[in-house]
């Protein structure tokens, strides 16, 4: 019988969740300080659990990759990263450093959450980690430790993340975000949502690295397009407490065109806007990073995003599904 590559622990275990996210308006502005609006997105997860016990070291357990820590592939490095930190976080150092003569842990994770499709994915695997430690550790985990946490991870991933992940990873609801901080916003009538993955990764990093490299080429023109991108976010929140869905959907219009302008759509992002468009969404946008990942459609009822779904998966989305964000 071949030995399993890790041992089972057999010990005490945390465990954490936390669910996607999505951006509405201002990605890319953001990173420059201006605001921007995010909701969780509730039926994409990511689960961690860290079992205590077994010989010393770290092992995972993941979709990516099994095995011992020091093993593991370089795009695993933000979640090392998540891991060592929260262990040492949640005063369970000797775990992290796999010291000889103190426990292993086994760490597993799983998520639905697609991987680089701008919704969050690295920020709410850190998460669910960070609160696993916390749970292992029956500490108490605080809001600013786990956005810590997470920007830890975040910043081995993405290089200068502006933070909104990481916070909106654990709200509860729809939020403004600015430079770390976070408020509530007024959502005043139920916003439906087509949401389209195009099947394609998109590199945040790169996409960031994209919009800075074209800001130093030509400052005074990507600085226009920047503003205008915080103005329509914090113009959308007025729109989006007085559920003005005609409104919202312009709003993202615009946002979609400013972003082709900055370089970080694609011709298939784009086609998959003009079908949502033409299936009558209010608007459409593509959210996060760009470059690959989903975009997002306003449709006036459930059935409607279904049928805007139908025209995105017609304009070679992978795969559609729709998001109510509820009156709040
Ligand atoms: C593209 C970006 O604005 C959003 C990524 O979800 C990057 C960031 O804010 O860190």
Do not use: N
């Not at 998540?82 to 086994?106: H, K, T, V, Y």
């Not at 993405?158 to 990873?169: M, Q």
């Amino acid at each position: 019988m071949q030995a399993s590559p890790v041992p089972a622990a057999g010990g005490r275990r945390g465990e954490g969740a936390a669910h996607a996210k999505a951006i509405l308006f201002g990605e890319h502005a953001v990173v420059y300080g201006a605001p921007a609006i995010a909701i969780p997105v509730d039926s994409l997860t990511a689960q961690a659990t860290i079992e205590r016990g077994g010989p010393a070291g770290l092992r995972i357990v993941s979709s990516l990759y099994t095995g011992p820590v020091d093993g593991a592939p370089a795009r695993l490095t933000p979640v090392v990263t998540a891991i060592r930190a929260s262990l040492e976080r949640a005063g369970l150092g000797e775990l992290a450093r796999g010291e000889a003569g103190a426990d292993g842990a086994l760490v597993t994770i799983a998520s639905s959450i697609p991987h680089e499709r701008g919704l969050g994915s690295s920020a709410a695997v850190a998460a669910a980690i960070a609160r696993a430690a916390f749970d292992l550790a029956g500490a108490e985990l605080d809001g600013e430790t786990l956005f810590d946490l997470v920007q830890t991870a975040e910043r081995v991933a993405h290089g200068k993340p502006s933070g909104i992940d990481a916070r909106t990873v654990a709200a509860t609801g729809a939020i403004r975000f600015t430079r770390g901080a976070v408020a509530p916003i007024r959502i005043g009538a139920p916003l439906i949502l087509a949401f389209a993955d195009t099947g394609h990764p998109g590199s945040t990093a790169q996409a960031v690295g994209s919009v800075q490299a074209l800001r130093e080429r030509e400052p005074a023109s990507t600085d226009a397009l920047l503003s205008r991108l915080a103005e329509i976010a914090e113009h959308s929140i007025e729109d989006l407490a007085a559920g003005d869905r005609a409104a919202v959907g312009a709003a993202m219009s615009e946002a979609h065109a400013i972003l082709h302008r900055v370089g970080v759509s694609s011709d298939h992002l784009d086609a998959i806007v003009a079908a949502a468009c033409a299936a009558g969404a209010s608007g459409a946008k593509l959210t996060g990073g760009g470059l690959g990942g989903c975009v997002i459609a306003v449709a006036s009822s459930t059935a409607h995003a279904e049928q805007i779904g139908a025209a995105m998966r017609d304009a070679g989305a992978e795969r559609t599904w729709t998001v109510e964000v509820p009156a709040a």
